[in-house]
């Protein structure tokens, strides 16, 4: 009873201020239909290899050649050829770890936690996030599993993965390491399985095109992932079940591998790690050089394609946004530790942050200051974040001052901890270099295969958000 | 002997259509039909009086194993397997443990429902009467169709025609099973 009053009651106020009904930007511009969506996103496979593809592979191939060369010496040498020495045994290995593990955040993120939370916009992007997320968790994994020199006996006697060593001891399952290993490895297997899942409808339909072009071949292969995908409703009820599930799933996943990550430094007793404040710094961390680095990819993909009506100023905006946030979250992080270090009053800990501001790396300390707490600051004004131009400059900047990031935290905390005996300055060696230069172009060549054989939008997911598929709105 | 066809099969221009069609098979009683549409029409389960999905019953399972497969080899390579003292804490402890647990919990729920996303679609499934329509490719790209079975009970050529024409589909045609 005092229900329906109230409702009377809400109704007749409502009826006499009539608020503001705020029209929400349209996902697709220019009211495409369907039909021209389709079209637009398969024509990209399945027309001529561009001669810019083959250029751009070409060059990705070669800067790809230099980590597969850096990484056939150091297996064939020994972990000597990397500048490592006392006291800074941890260096750029897990420096490039942390930098593209944090960079696959952003896809998770743009794919579950944006799911979840009914953010539509994620639709058109998410495709090429997750992409980004699997192909920077390859690369990622390539540092840890590689920095164990044999590595075939990463597996086998229990370097990595659980197993008995010849002494028949176990790995010790309280060592970071260990736990690294078990995030990293679902981190990968649990991206490849919601991109899949994603995939499955949009690989039917291109099964079905080359069919009827009489592609057999294309066909039979696109065919066989698609699962024999038919679009019954019957299907899209679990197909969206178990989408809904593995956001649930990824989204915890999100948060936990990159505070595990976190936990390789905070569980330590090393002077600028052992600090509370690392998961969800590292968390927030991860998610902004992510973004970043969708900004970075998406920006020349919409170009080149002219993907202008499905990925629209809109969705840059909204990224832009994110980037803005996270990276002054970051800022605050940065500010944080230097109150918590002086109200902890322990002067080691005292002592590494001043050392990291005005010590010997103080350069790379600046780098990653400006970068990374300056540079987002223009996202603040509308007229930056329209001009597509400056957002990709930006966002570079971005994806190089998170590079810092995790030098500064890893090499100073290293260089400087407890005993000035034991103090070093560490400086890389070239195959260190050249090695991390080639994971560029990994990711490189894995995200351009990705451009060519696979639908870069999700078909289905963006018609499901444009105006003809609400079947209760004014269009039915 | 003519070969007993799969069923019927009509085509509707939009979402809405094939929404309100849907109810009106609905309360006409079939049970074995379908909807094939290129996108997830919001709502179209409940027009079609299709249950809520179980995937989640596989991805539930799937994490509970995960979570305690990974505790049990802890348990097992600390505690029972090779017990060794290292920095004087305890053979197995659940909370150190609690990371790879959750990670490996995490992996198998996600493996978890995307078996069970296959097994409760009857996936992989190369072969199958729509499949083979040439429809199919309208279908994910722009156009949505009703299929009704001739194992239904209540179907019947005649009838299950008109009822399909009535409501809006176009281009009723047997499917060739």
Same mark, same amino acid.
């Given at each position: 009873?005092?229900?329906?009053?109230?409702?009377?009651?809400?109704?007749?106020?409502?009826?006499?201020?009539?608020?503001?009904?705020?029209?929400?930007?349209?996902?697709?511009?220019?009211?495409?239909?369907?039909?021209?969506?389709?079209?637009?996103?398969?024509?990209?496979?399945?027309?001529?290899?561009?001669?810019?593809?083959?250029?751009?592979?070409? =060059?990705?191939?070669?800067?790809?050649?230099?980590?597969? !060369?850096?990484?056939?010496?150091?297996?064939?040498?020994?972990?000597?050829?990397?500048?490592?020495?006392?006291? =800074?045994?941890?260096?750029?290995?897990?420096?490039?770890?942390?930098?593209?593990?944090? +960079?696959?955040?952003?896809?998770?993120?743009?794919?579950?936690?944006?799911?979840?939370?009914?953010?539509?916009?994620?639709?058109?992007?998410?495709?090429?996030? $997750?992409?980004?997320?699997?192909?920077? /968790?390859?690369?990622?994994?390539?540092?840890?599993?590689?920095?164990?020199?044999?590595?075939?006996?990463?597996?086998?006697?229990?370097?990595?993965?659980?197993?008995?060593?010849?002494?028949?001891?176990?790995?010790?399952?309280?060592?970071?390491?260990?736990?690294?290993?078990?995030?990293?490895?679902?981190?990968?297997?649990?991206? =490849?399985?919601?991109? @899949?899942?994603?995939?499955?409808?949009?690989?039917?339909?291109?099964?079905?095109?080359?069919?009827?072009?009489?592609?057999?071949?294309?066909?039979? !292969? @696109?065919?066989?992932?698609?699962?024999?995908?038919?679009?019954?409703?019957?299907?899209? /009820?679990?197909?969206?079940?178990?989408?809904?599930? #593995? %956001?649930?799933?990824?989204?915890?996943?999100?948060?936990?591998?990159?505070?595990?990550?976190?936990?390789?430094?905070?569980?330590?007793?090393?002077?600028?790690?052992?600090?509370? +404040?690392?998961?969800?710094?590292?968390?927030?961390?991860?998610?902004?050089?992510?973004?970043?680095?969708?900004?970075?990819?998406?920006?020349?993909?919409?170009?080149?394609?002219?993907?202008?009506?499905?990925?629209?100023?809109?969705?840059?905006?909204?990224?832009?946004?994110?980037?803005?946030?996270?990276?002054?979250?970051?800022?605050?992080?940065?500010?944080?530790?230097?109150?918590?270090?002086? @109200?902890?009053?322990?002067?080691? $800990?005292?002592?590494?942050?001043?050392?990291?501001?005005?010590?010997?790396?103080?350069?790379?300390?600046?780098?990653?200051?400006?970068?990374?707490?300056?540079?987002?600051?223009?996202?603040? &004004?509308?007229?930056?974040?329209?001009?597509?131009?400056?957002?990709?400059?930006?966002?570079?900047?971005?994806? !190089?001052?998170?590079?810092?990031?995790?030098?500064?935290? !890893?090499?100073?905390?290293?260089?400087?901890?407890?005993?000035?005996?034991?103090?070093? @300055?560490?400086?890389?060696?070239?195959? $260190?270099?050249?090695?991390?230069?080639?994971?560029?172009?990994?990711?490189?060549?894995?995200?351009?295969?990705?451009?060519?054989? #696979?639908?870069?939008?999700?078909?289905?997911?963006?018609?499901?958000?444009?105006?003809?598929?609400?079947?209760?709105?004014?269009?039915? | 002997?003519?070969?007993?066809?799969?069923?019927?099969?009509?085509?509707?221009?939009?979402?809405?259509?094939?929404?309100?069609?849907?109810?009106?098979?609905?309360? %006409?009683?079939?049970?074995?039909?379908?909807?094939?549409?290129?996108?997830?029409?919001?709502?179209?389960?409940?027009?079609?009086?299709?249950?809520?999905?179980?995937?989640?019953?596989?991805?539930?399972?799937?994490?509970?194993?995960?979570?305690?497969?990974?505790?049990?080899?802890?348990?097992?390579?600390?505690?029972?397997?090779?017990?060794?003292?290292?920095?004087?804490?305890? &053979?197995?402890?659940?909370?150190?443990?609690?990371?790879?647990? /959750?990670?490996?919990?995490?992996?198998?729920?996600?493996?978890?429902?995307?078996?069970?996303?296959?097994?409760?679609?009857?996936?992989?499934?190369?072969?199958?009467?729509?499949?083979?329509?040439?429809?199919?490719?309208?279908?994910?790209?722009?156009?949505?169709?009703?299929?009704?079975?001739?194992?239904?009970?209540?179907?019947?050529? %005649?009838?299950?025609?008109?009822? #399909?024409?009535?409501?809006?589909?176009?281009?009723?045609?047997?499917?060739?099973?």
């Amino acid at each position: 009873m005092s229900q329906v009053q109230t409702s009377v009651a809400t109704q007749a106020i409502l009826d006499e201020v009539k608020p503001a009904v705020l029209p929400r930007p349209v996902l697709v511009e220019n009211n495409r239909s369907h039909a021209w969506i389709t079209d637009k996103v398969c024509g990209v496979i399945e027309g001529k290899t561009p001669l810019w593809w083959w250029i751009c592979f070409a =060059v990705a191939s070669a800067v790809a050649s230099c980590s597969v !060369i850096g990484f056939a010496y150091l297996v064939s040498t020994g972990v000597g050829v990397w500048g490592h020495a006392n006291p =800074v045994n941890w260096a750029w290995d897990i420096i490039n770890f942390v930098f593209w593990v944090g +960079i696959a955040h952003a896809g998770t993120l743009i794919s579950a936690i944006l799911c979840l939370a009914r953010q539509n916009w994620r639709t058109s992007i998410n495709r090429t996030a $997750e992409a980004m997320t699997i192909f920077s /968790v390859a690369c990622a994994g390539l540092f840890p599993a590689l920095h164990v020199g044999r590595v075939w006996l990463a597996v086998l006697p229990g370097y990595l993965f659980p197993a008995p060593n010849a002494n028949g001891i176990w790995p010790n399952f309280r060592s970071a390491l260990e736990w690294d290993v078990f995030a990293v490895s679902t981190y990968g297997s649990v991206s =490849v399985l919601f991109w @899949y899942v994603g995939l499955i409808p949009d690989l039917g339909t291109l099964r079905d095109r080359f069919f009827k072009r009489g592609d057999k071949i294309r066909s039979a !292969i @696109y065919g066989f992932f698609a699962m024999g995908w038919r679009g019954s409703n019957r299907h899209w /009820v679990n197909h969206e079940m178990a989408y809904l599930l #593995l %956001a649930g799933i990824s989204t915890l996943m999100v948060v936990s591998v990159c505070t595990i990550v976190s936990f390789d430094f905070a569980t330590s007793l090393i002077p600028g790690w052992h600090t509370t +404040i690392f998961p969800p710094y590292f968390v927030s961390g991860a998610i902004y050089s992510g973004f970043a680095m969708v900004l970075t990819l998406l920006l020349p993909m919409r170009a080149i394609f002219k993907f202008e009506d499905l990925i629209t100023a809109y969705h840059i905006d909204c990224l832009c946004k994110i980037t803005l946030v996270m990276g002054t979250l970051v800022g605050y992080a940065y500010l944080m530790e230097f109150v918590i270090a002086w @109200y902890g009053a322990n002067p080691n $800990e005292g002592f590494t942050f001043v050392n990291r501001t005005f010590g010997l790396y103080s350069w790379a300390y600046w780098i990653m200051f400006t970068c990374n707490v300056v540079t987002p600051q223009f996202l603040w &004004f509308k007229k930056v974040r329209a001009n597509f131009a400056w957002v990709f400059i930006l966002t570079i900047f971005i994806n !190089i001052g998170m590079w810092f990031e995790r030098f500064v935290i !890893i090499v100073t905390s290293l260089a400087r901890d407890f005993l000035p005996s034991s103090w070093g @300055y560490y400086s890389p060696s070239i195959v $260190e270099i050249l090695t991390f230069f080639g994971t560029f172009g990994v990711f490189s060549v894995l995200f351009l295969l990705f451009i060519r054989l #696979l639908p870069i939008i999700p078909m289905a997911e963006v018609k499901s958000v444009t105006p003809q598929a609400d079947v209760h709105g004014k269009h039915s | 002997m003519a070969a007993q066809p799969y069923g019927l099969i009509a085509t509707f221009e939009s979402a809405s259509g094939v929404y309100h069609a849907a109810e009106t098979v609905r309360d %006409a009683g079939f049970k074995h039909w379908d909807c094939i549409t290129p996108f997830p029409v919001h709502g179209l389960d409940r027009a079609m009086g299709v249950k809520r999905s179980v995937v989640p019953r596989f991805a539930l399972a799937g994490g509970v194993l995960g979570f305690s497969s990974a505790m049990g080899l802890a348990f097992f390579t600390g505690a029972v397997d090779y017990k060794i003292i290292v920095g004087g804490k305890p &053979f197995f402890s659940p909370i150190p443990t609690t990371p790879i647990a /959750v990670e490996l919990g995490i992996l198998c729920a996600a493996i978890g429902t995307v078996l069970g996303f296959f097994f409760m679609c009857g996936f992989p499934m190369h072969y199958h009467p729509v499949l083979k329509s040439d429809r199919i490719v309208p279908a994910l790209d722009d156009k949505f169709l009703i299929v009704i079975e001739a194992r239904d009970p209540k179907f019947n050529l %005649a009838q299950t025609k008109a009822l #399909l024409e009535k409501i809006g589909g176009q281009d009723v045609k047997e499917l060739e099973a």
